[in-house]
């Protein structure tokens, strides 16, 4: 069983930043990727960013130049860091693995941005 906690969330103005943490339960060395989904109400999860074991990175299209992810592997975290935040960036923003081949998700953390 793998848990993923995320933190950072919360409330800022257009142009402002979060980072967001997942912490994970295992050591983030045992898994192909790490990912960051974020989700709002009737629509389905929407990936934003990934990180694979070997560095490479993946961003979508809404956070390229703007979002940054990361890993710590020491301290089995990854990062979301969110620059220049847009009111269309309100989301619960959810942490995602795979490990055994089942999928892993965190419990989500709101992000919201006020105009």
């Known amino acids: 069983q793998v848990q993923l906690v995320e933190s950072g969330g919360g409330l800022v103005q257009a142009g402002g930043s979060l980072r967001l943490s997942c912490a994970a339960s295992?050591?983030?060395?045992?898994?192909?990727?790490m990912d960051w989904y974020r989700q709002t109400p009737g629509n389905q999860r929407e990936l934003v960013a990934r990180?694979?074991?070997?560095?490479?990175?993946f961003y979508a299209d809404s956070a390229k130049g703007r979002f940054t992810i990361s890993r710590d592997n020491a301290k089995n975290t990854v990062y979301l860091q969110m620059n220049s935040l847009k009111p269309e960036d309100t989301a619960v923003y959810y942490c995602?693995?795979?490990?055994?081949?089942?999928?892993?998700w965190g419990q989500g953390t709101q992000v919201t941005v006020s105009s």
């Open positions: 295992i050591s983030i060395f045992s898994v192909d990727y």
């Open positions: 990180i694979f074991d070997v560095g490479t990175i």
């Open positions: 995602k693995t795979k490990s055994g081949g089942y999928d892993y």
